[in-house]
């Protein structure tokens, strides 16, 4: 019996209950920057200049615009030349008209 004595034995774990479910605290974000803040909440600055997204929206917005350039330019020669006609035909009279064909 004397040699069965010490015997090895799992180790005893020794611990407490812990409740998940109460509030636990939560780590404090690091302060930000007064420029940072400044600049994220001031109506001052565009809105593209504040996040990538809106910095990526405003980027293909201004692709857009280029890729339609050309299109509304020749819009607004055609509104141009019809802007136009219509003054002539207003400073033209049909007496005008009959004067010309009398002269000819």
């Known amino acids: 019996m004397t040699d069965s004595l010490p015997v090895k034995a799992d180790p005893v774990l020794d611990g407490e209950l812990v409740d998940d479910t109460l509030p636990q605290p939560r ?53 141009g030349v019809v802007v136009g006609a219509r003054w002539w035909r207003g400073w033209v009279t049909i007496r005008d008209y009959r004067t010309a064909d009398g002269a000819l």
Request: charged share 25%.
């Open 27 to 79: 780590p404090r974000a690091p302060k930000r920057n007064r420029f940072v803040l400044w600049w994220l909440h001031s109506p001052r600055v565009p809105l593209w200049l504040k996040s990538k997204p809106q910095a990526r929206q405003a980027l293909k917005d201004a692709v857009m615009w280029l890729v339609l350039s050309p299109l509304r330019f020749l819009g607004a020669v055609v509104r």
